[in-house]
Structure formats: C-alpha cells, structure tokens
C-alpha cells in the first residue's frame, strides 16, 4: 500500500475512534520513512486520545524536530506537556508557537491560562486580552479574563466583562452563574430585597421630600443603587455628592444615575465618606445629610462613626439629616432555634464534640453577630431601651444603659431580640418591630453569652454596653 494511502487510511481510523489501528497504520508508514512528519505527528495525536501523554510528547517533540516552524505540532506538543503536568514545557511550547504566529487567539489563549495556573495572573490578564483582540467571540476567554481581574481585586471590569459575555451568549447559563457568584462576592447579596422594601423607599421618600429644599447641596452617604440621591435631586436638591464605598456597587450607581438622566445633578464618588474632602469631592460642605447605612441594629454597618465623622468635616452648621435619630429596642427571649449555634454533643449516638471549634463568638469586639428571630423565638419580658440616637448632631460611638426590666413569661432567656424605629423625619418612622414578608430588614436576635432563668412577675435587670459590639448582662 502506497504511503499516501495509508496515511488516509490511518487519518481516518484516528477519526473514527479506532486508536489502535490508526496507530498501527502510521507505524508502517514510519518503518519506510521514519522522518514523515505527518505521521509522527499522527501517531502523537492517538497516543494522546489514548492518553499516553509521554509517548504523544515524544512523538510531538520529533515531529517539531523536523518541522519547527509548524505551529500546529507545537500546539499539540503544548496540550500533551498540560495533560501530563509540565506546565512550564506547555508554555514554551506555546510561547514558540506565538512567536512564529502571533495572530493565533488559541494560543494566545492557553498562554494566559498556563500563566493563570502558575498564578501569573497579570500576565494571564495580557494573554486572554489579546485573545479577545484576535476573536471577540472566544467564549472562555472572557470567563478567564474575569476570573483573572477579579483576582487582581478588579471586580468592576471582571462583572462588566462577564455582562458583555451575557449579551453575547445569552443562552449560556455558565457565564451566568460565573457572574452571579463573582457579584455574590463583590457587593452583599441583600441589595435587590433592600430595593424591593416599597415601605422603606416609601418612608425615605417622603423625609427626603420634607427635607430637602430647592438649591440644596445634599450628601448622600453610602449610595448603593443611587436611589436615595436621585430622591434628594427630584425633591429639588441642586447638586447631590453620592458617595459609596464598594466600587462595584458606585459604577453601577452611575449607570442607574445616567439611565434616569440624572448624571448632570449626581456625582457618585467611589469612595469611603471619611475618605471625601471638601474643596475636591465637593465644592463645600452640605446642606443635608441623607444616609441609609444600618444593619438590623442599627450600628453593624458602621453607622455611628460615619456620621460623627459627617459632623465634623463634611456639612454645614445647622444641616439637616435623613434620618434624623432612631431609637433600639430589645427584649430577653427564648430562641430555640439559636440553640445549635451554642454547641454540639452526641449526634446519632458519636460524639461529635471537636466540631465545638467552628461556634462563633456571640459577642466579641470586630465579631458581632446577630441573627434572625424565627417563628419559634418567645419573647419573655417588656421591651426595653437599648439606646436612643440623635442624629442631628455627632453622635457618640459608644453608649451604656441599665434597665429594670419585667418579665412577663418564665423560660430561660438565650437572646435579646433587637428591632429599632427610624425617625426619618418629623412624622415619618420606619420600625422593623413588626417586620413583614416585604421588609428586608428583620428582627435581630442577639444571643446571650450566658443563659437566664425568667419566672414570670420576676424584674431583670438587663445592663447594654455597646462599644464596636454588643455585651448584654442579665441579672434576674
Ligand atoms: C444599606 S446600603 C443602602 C444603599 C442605599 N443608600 C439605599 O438606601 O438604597 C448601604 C451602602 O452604604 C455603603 N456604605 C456604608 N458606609 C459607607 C461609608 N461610610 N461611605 C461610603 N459608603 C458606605 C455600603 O457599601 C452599602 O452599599
């Protein structure tokens, strides 16, 4: 059989799966000429379906010996090296075969992904750019490249990127998924349940309609959407400096600004407030302070030092302030549901004890944790005072009460359940004490280090400490 007919031959027993006749076939060719470069190259093709990477890298590397400028056996040559773990083989492999064509996205491609893995992610990020350059349609290019400038802490170009890959792909539900979970991790997840809260925007709507005056400078700390700003400038704000911290959420907010028209009266500042100065953030300070920076309890999210700091460097004598105070309210309670976070024991008969390691620290500086009151959770005394804000002035970042406290059910008291009334404005509260399914805040519970003993017609007295952390103590 003539070598030009064994090659088809052997070509297309390779195709169609039959690995050890086309094999078999390309070493007769290569016992009458054992420099055809075909079939040495072949031959490394069935041995890597195989998955015989060695032999596929031998066979690669001799058929490269005798074509060197053949890009497609250094291609080859570069995903044997992969499968068989010689990363750095695979990138000088490819690194040839980008010099020789350097209009190839393939191998700008698996450039940037070896680069990836030897966690070079810069030089990945040039890689699957160029890659891009060369096919904008290269569909894992885009995965990687987002993947990549997220590890480089760009989180607002890798989201933008995958959005563009969405529109490109729309059926492609893996670019999704990837976004979704790259959002997950760059801003919290509560922002579009916060956004659906009517009563909430409802309330912030009507205290920024009775605040806010036509020619006002309004400052709008902790932006998120922008929603709140664009209130302020349809309440008649003549300029409102809206700042966020999270960059991912402020580009976002500029683009929801510029798609409601409003670009030319918001200015959205990717910044911390305590980072804004006046004279170049803003030409001076405001007139009005709107903020909705609060937690369930009102000071997780860093609410006090914000404002205090507000106060001092960014509004005007006098300003005015959205909300204006609130106040904290909570009550010792019963919480069964908070009972698995406290500790485990035997579990199905085993001792399971050592995972005791993983409880959190229910009240710890930097650690405050607070969870949901559940349908379970019995509240046990009156409600009492926590704390009452005022936000017209600076507030204090630490407050202390006691309080005689009477209990109106016997049971052992686990948590304080904590809720608070917004005074956003003369005659405007909003308060999560009877929060429902369409309010995104939730009753907090806060559990107790220790356990009290309630008997009903008994007074506690409950001392609140609150300084970066919440320490209850319960005295019955
Ligand atoms: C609860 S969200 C509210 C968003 C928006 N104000 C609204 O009501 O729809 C609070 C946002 O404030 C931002 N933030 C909190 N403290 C901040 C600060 N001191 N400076 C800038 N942004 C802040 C957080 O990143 C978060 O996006």
Redesign the pocket.
């Known amino acids: 059989m003539s070598t030009e007919i064994l090659m088809q031959q052997a070509v297309g027993q390779i195709q169609s799966g039959q690995l050890a006749e086309g094999l078999a076939s390309f070493q007769l060719i290569l016992e009458q000429e054992p420099d055809n470069v075909p079939a040495l190259s072949g031959s490394g093709v069935g041995e890597s379906l195989r998955g015989n990477h060695e032999a596929a890298i031998r066979l690669f590397q001799q058929a490269h010996a005798r074509a060197p400028s053949d890009t497609q056996i250094l291609a080859n040559l570069g995903h044997a090296c992969m499968a068989a773990g010689r990363a750095e083989e695979a990138s000088s492999a490819f690194a040839k075969a980008h010099q020789i064509n350097d209009q190839d996205p393939e191998t700008c491609y698996w450039l940037g992904y070896l680069a990836e893995q030897q966690g070079e992610e810069q030089r990945a990020e040039g890689y699957y750019r160029r890659t891009l350059l060369l096919n904008p349609a290269h569909r894992q290019a885009h995965l990687q490249l987002a993947n990549v400038l997220f590890l480089q802490s760009n989180a607002p170009e890798a989201l933008a990127i995958l959005r563009a890959a969405e529109a490109r792909f729309p059926d492609d539900r893996d670019i999704t998924f990837v976004r979704g979970r790259l959002a997950a991790k760059a801003?919290?997840g509560?922002?579009l349940p916060?956004?659906a809260d009517p009563v909430?925007?409802d309330a912030?709507e009507a205290a920024i309609n009775a605040t806010v005056r036509p020619g006002d400078v309004v400052l709008?700390?902790?932006?998120?959407?922008?929603?709140?700003?664009m209130m302020a400038a349809r309440a008649g704000a003549a300029h409102v400096y809206a700042?966020?911290?999270?960059e991912v959420?402020a580009g976002l907010a500029r683009e929801v600004v510029s798609l409601n028209g409003l670009q030319d009266r918001i200015t959205v500042l990717a910044?911390?407030?305590?980072a804004l100065v006046v004279g170049e953030d803003m030409p001076r300070r405001a007139d009005v302070l709107?903020?909705?920076?609060?937690?369930s309890a009102i000071v997780g999210?860093?609410?006090l030092?914000?404002i205090r700091?507000a106060w001092g460097a960014l509004l005007v004598d006098g300003a005015r302030v959205v909300p204006e105070g609130a106040t904290l309210q909570g009550a010792l309670a019963a919480c069964p549901h908070l009972q698995c976070f406290r500790s485990v024991g035997r579990v199905n008969g085993f001792d399971v004890s050592p995972m005791n390691a993983l409880t959190q620290p229910f009240g710890h500086r930097d650690a405050q944790v607070y969870f949901q009151a559940s349908e379970t959770s019995r509240i046990l005394s009156a409600p009492f005072p926590l704390h009452a804000f005022d936000f017209r002035s600076a507030p204090t970042l630490a407050f202390e009460t006691e309080c005689q406290v009477p209990i109106l059910e016997t049971g052992d008291a686990d948590s304080v359940l904590i809720w608070f009334d917004l005074h956003l404005a003369p005659g405007v509260t909003y308060s999560t004490r009877h929060s429902k399914a369409q309010h995104h805040w939730r009753l907090a519970a806060q559990p107790l280090l220790g356990i009290s003993a309630c008997r009903a017609g008994e007074t506690a007295t409950v001392k609140t400490r609150f300084e970066s952390y919440f320490d209850f103590t319960v005295a019955v």
């Open positions: 801003a919290p509560w922002h916060m956004l909430r925007n912030f709008d700390i902790g932006t998120g959407s922008g929603l709140l700003a700042c966020e911290a999270d959420l910044k911390h407030s305590s709107i903020t909705e920076i609060f937690d999210e860093g609410a030092p914000t700091h």
